[in-house]
């Protein structure tokens, strides 16, 4: 067999049926340069991003190797059946493992699960050029190598994504990750990750941690910060946090000086009862107060809402409009409770039967599920009707979108901040006059 390999990162489809391309506002991980980074050097390469580039079906590389992290695994299963077809090995990694299962049987050569290290990956492709490819691969989270970024040169984007480790401390209900990785987290070695950003800084200045939350380890955190101001990578970032990093004044100081100028908080719900239904730990009373201090420090916030918790009525829209505007969120970013399976959050619906689709491969067949942001009820909530949940969300939404309020929260200091704030405002605008448009067309 040839040593040739082809990494392609599937896009994926929105309610309307067509393939997202080019950079949006909600693109997810770009797990190419993760896996590219981890191939031996001795095998040749090609990698494939769709959102920006068409995929090869003619490749002649004998190893296809598909990354999907599983909000349309349907679409990836679709690209693996067309490489099968053409006598190609398939491999599939970087999903949900509880999709691996049903969906993906029949459709690919080998799963595997985690991140593959430099030794793994070596031994999983010997596996194949043997003939002797598993079924399955169970990896853990090693990250500890350098990232392949060739795969983004060329390409116009906003940031460029990279990881300081993988997995959460939390274990929280409803949370994908959680479901993955069950409240473990591993970070990466800070000189692997300083190196990295110098290696994006040559291409982007601006950089996203894509962690699913980079205060998993305050002091790590601190210590990847001071070597960011040592190392003068004069780079502006962002990524995602637990809103707890809002008590944490040192913390805070160092990420300003580092360059992070946005934090994504997942606050969820203003219900304590909410959040604790969920698993997630945190007192939605002290949220402003947190907010503010990390707004003090010269870091706007980007806030996750969700709607549909069993203590959600009409009043709640009213409600987080309300905080949004008062704690000065910069970005809100709003979905409707989607209950994936593997979450416990589904589990619980499954056995109330309160989910509006039967199964995982229903959940599979439906293909708005995978829309996001999400605006479709799939589940019976407790205390609001499906109808007036999925309308009081796009009163919502319609409401942050309007032009003076995106004007009003994306105003800085900087700007060039501004310019860019306003920008992910705008996106958001975009978004909802697609939702309305698939709703007007159905």
């Known amino acids: 067999m040839k040593k040739k390999i082809y990494i392609i990162q599937p896009t994926y489809r929105k309610m309307d049926g067509k393939k997202v391309k080019g950079w949006n506002q909600f693109n997810h991980s770009y797990n190419v340069s993760i896996v590219s980074g981890a191939v031996p050097a001795d095998w040749e390469k090609v990698t494939c991003i769709e959102y920006f580039e068409e995929i090869d079906f003619n490749s002649d590389a004998e190893i296809v190797l598909l990354l999907c992290m599983g909000y349309d695994i349907l679409y990836a299963k679709e690209i693996a059946d067309k490489f099968l077809n053409r006598g190609k090995t398939v491999i599939f990694g970087s999903h949900m493992d509880q999709f691996s299962e049903k969906l993906l049987s029949g459709s690919c050569d080998c799963v595997f699960h985690g991140t593959p290290g430099l030794i793994e990956m070596q031994?999983?492709?010997?596996?194949?050029?043997?003939?002797?490819?598993?079924?399955?691969?169970?990896?853990?989270?090693?990250?500890?190598?350098?990232?392949?970024?060739?795969?983004?040169?060329?390409?116009?984007?906003?940031?460029?994504?990279?990881?300081?480790?993988?997995?959460?401390?939390?274990?929280?209900?409803?949370?994908?990750?959680?479901?993955?990785?069950?409240?473990?987290?591993r970070m990466r070695k800070v000189d692997i990750v300083t190196a990295d950003l110098i290696a994006i800084s040559k291409m982007n200045r601006t950089v996203a941690f894509n962690d699913s939350n980079i205060y998993n380890n305050a002091l790590y955190l601190r210590r990847l910060c001071r070597e960011i101001i040592r190392k003068r990578i004069g780079i502006k970032w962002g990524g995602q946090a637990t809103?707890?990093?809002?008590?944490?004044?040192?913390?805070?100081?160092?990420?300003?000086?580092?360059g992070c100028r946005i934090l994504y908080i997942g606050f969820e719900s203003l219900s304590g009862k909410n959040l604790r239904s969920i698993s997630k730990k945190y007192n939605p009373e002290k949220y402003a107060e947190q907010v503010n201090n990390i707004m003090r420090h010269g870091i706007r916030v980007a806030g996750y809402f969700m709607f549909g918790f069993d203590e959600d009525t009409n009043e709640t829209f009213d409600r987080t409009w309300k905080f949004i505007n008062e704690a000065r969120i910069t970005l809100p970013l709003l979905n409707v409770l989607l209950p994936v399976p593997g979450t416990e959050v589904y589990t619980r619906l499954k056995k109330e039967n309160r989910l509006l689709f039967p199964d995982e491969t229903e959940f599979g067949n439906t293909k708005p599920l995978y829309s996001v942001p999400c605006h479709k009820c799939y589940f019976k909530p407790k205390n609001i009707s499906v109808s007036c949940l999925e309308i009081g969300y796009l009163n919502?939404?319609?409401?942050?979108?309007?032009?003076?309020?995106?004007?009003?929260?994306?105003?800085?200091?900087?700007?060039?901040?501004?310019?860019?704030?306003?920008?992910?405002?705008?996106?958001?605008?975009k978004e909802y006059r697609k939702m309305m448009s698939e709703i007007k067309g159905s």
């Open 123 to 185: 031994n999983m492709l010997n596996d194949a050029l043997k003939g002797e490819l598993k079924n399955e691969y169970e990896f853990g989270m090693d990250l500890n190598f350098p990232f392949d970024y060739s795969a983004l040169k060329g390409i116009r984007m906003p940031f460029i994504q990279t990881f300081m480790g993988m997995g959460c401390r939390n274990n929280c209900d409803y949370c994908c990750t959680a479901g993955v990785y069950k409240g473990n987290y």
């Open 243 to 258: 809103i707890d990093i809002g008590n944490d004044d040192e913390t805070l100081a160092l990420l300003y000086e580092s």
């Open 396 to 429: 919502l939404y319609r409401r942050v979108t309007r032009i003076p309020a995106i004007i009003r929260r994306s105003v800085s200091s900087s700007p060039s901040d501004s310019v860019r704030f306003f920008i992910m405002n705008f996106a958001l605008r």
